[in-house]
């Protein structure tokens, strides 16, 4: 559900690489459940592995908007270049005003507006590092219960096949009749009754 919501918010602000970031989590999301609930530990071990690249992608994010490394907010390295656009909440934070002031004053610039956004309560890089710090909490719990659940399920199998739940017929309980039957029908035919039969049957 939060992967969910993040999802909304970063379509809203054309955010290409994070839409793409999130619809690939939700699908391993959707992975994990599953492997949980078909009893599937590869699948699980899936979703382990992505917890761990997600942590650093959602630590990316929050040196990006914070502007760590030499990054800056203000760049269009999670539009792919595609586009200016920023983050949706920086015009639709909590408490901001947006205003739009005509530039038809200033050459070349006629027919354009300067958009500012002024009041917010909570500057929009603060809502998104708090987004995915609230990822990166959620992955750890993922990933601690994901390792339990594959620790589970191996136990049972192991127990399992260890009293041979998984060999119902085994080999040696196939073999073994038709191997008695076998040393029988040679015993009889060896045996001195086995040749007094076979004289009265040729009689």
Not at 129 to 136: K, P, R, W
Request: proline share 3%.
């Amino acid at each position: 559900l939060a992967a969910l919501e993040r999802q909304v918010f970063d379509f809203l602000g054309y955010q290409w690489a994070p839409i793409l970031a999130n619809f690939l989590h939700i699908i391993i999301v959707i992975l994990g459940l599953f492997g949980t609930i078909q009893y599937r530990p590869r699948y699980i071990v899936v979703y382990a592995i992505w917890t761990a690249i997600w942590v650093t992608w959602n630590i990316f994010i929050i040196c990006f908007y914070l502007e760590v490394g030499g990054l800056s907010k203000d760049s269009e390295l999670l539009t792919f270049n595609i586009s200016r656009h920023q983050s949706w909440w920086s015009e639709n934070g909590p408490g901001c005003v947006r205003k739009e002031a005509s530039m038809s004053g200033i050459k070349g610039l006629d027919n354009h507006s300067y958009i500012s956004v002024i009041g917010c309560a909570l500057e929009y890089r603060y809502i998104e590092v708090m987004h995915s710090s609230f990822q990166i909490l959620i992955a750890l719990v993922g990933f601690v219960y994901a390792c339990y659940v594959v620790s589970v399920f191996t136990e049972e199998e192991d127990s399992f096949d260890f009293i041979g739940g998984f060999d119902p017929f085994p080999l040696y309980h196939v073999n073994e009749k038709p191997t008695n039957l076998l040393f029988k029908q040679t015993y009889l035919l060896i045996s001195p009754a086995g040749f007094s039969g076979m004289e009265g049957m040729n009689k």
